[in-house]
């Protein structure tokens, strides 16, 4: 059998400079591997080496892990890193792949998917699938917020921690594994034991959204979706205070749903060894 040792990569993608993980080798499936909000690549380091047959290639989205921040006059829109993704599967000589993302890169899963359906195989997505939709009216308080954080979160300096282990403690106690901190960490620290430890992740990332979507928009998103999906949803993790309702179900055309035990980072635990077969399966036969 094959290593299926990550391998580190970087692309030239408009100007600026993604790295990442790869596993597998180029001519197996391609699998396009989205991580989390102010994750990194390393948010597969557990998953993707079981991914035989794949070639799964999980970038450190801009302004994370080891890429390049966006520059000054940029957003973090999520569908800001679209056109990135978009480039990043043309540089990889990819005319379709599968798409595998958690979290905040799921629901970038689902926009590409709706987005561009004839380059979408299936869809794997980890406990999430769609943000909560607003109401129009709220759409002049939610500009207002992100100008507000525009120069508030862009002028933010990242703390810095006296070690890498407290760096770590400080994630873990937003409620992330130990373990998964730890393996984050690889790629998300920078720093030393003199000038201490910081995150890697551009403050801008935390601030608000200039837009969020409505109801009307998350259906038509759903309903354009032509690849089938599964979704594995954490028994105790985000979508339970954003539950999977009638909405989704009806409007995604081919739409599994399966409930994990875990928390949001499930699939950087032992649990989702045991998912993986169920991965693969629905993967090789979409």
Not at 4 to 27: A, K, V, Y
Not at 193 to 213: F, N, Q, T, Y
Not at 259 to 265: R, S
Request: hydrophobic share 45%; glycine share 8%; with cysteine.
């Amino acid at each position: 059998m094959r290593s299926r040792e990550p391998r580190e990569c970087s692309w030239n993608i408009d100007g600026l400079t993604l790295r990442g993980l790869e596993w597998g080798s180029p001519g197996e499936r391609p699998v396009l591997a989205l991580h989390g909000w102010q994750d990194n690549a390393a948010s597969f380091l557990r998953l993707a080496p079981q991914l035989s047959g794949h070639h799964v290639v999980a970038p450190d989205l801009s302004g994370q892990g080891r890429s390049d921040f966006r520059s000054l006059d940029a957003t973090y829109q999520i569908w800001d890193d679209l056109p990135q993704l978009a480039g990043l599967r043309d540089a990889l000589g990819w005319d379709r792949c599968a798409l595998l993302g958690h979290s905040r890169g799921a629901i970038m899963s689902t926009l590409m998917s709706a987005a561009q359906p004839e380059r979408v195989d299936s869809v794997v997505l980890l406990d999430a699938i769609v943000p909560p939709a607003v109401a129009d009216s709220a759409f002049p308080v939610q500009l207002g917020a992100f100008l507000r954080d525009r120069n508030t979160a862009g002028a933010a300096s990242p703390r810095r921690y006296a070690s890498r282990a407290e760096a770590v403690a400080a994630r873990a106690r937003r409620g992330l594994p130990e373990a998964a901190a730890k393996a984050l960490a690889g790629r998300g620290l920078a720093g030393d034991d003199e000038r201490g430890w910081e995150w890697r992740i551009d403050p801008r990332l935390r601030g608000a959204s200039a837009v969020k979507m409505s109801d009307g928009q998350i259906r038509a998103l759903l309903g354009a979706i032509s690849a089938p999906v599964l979704l594995l949803q954490a028994v105790r993790g985000m979508m339970q205070s954003h539950p999977l309702d009638d909405m989704v179900r009806s409007h995604v055309r081919d739409l599994r749903v399966e409930a994990v035990p875990g928390d949001h980072h499930f699939h950087m635990e032992a649990v989702i060894d045991e998912w993986v077969p169920t991965i693969l399966s629905f993967m090789e036969q979409s």
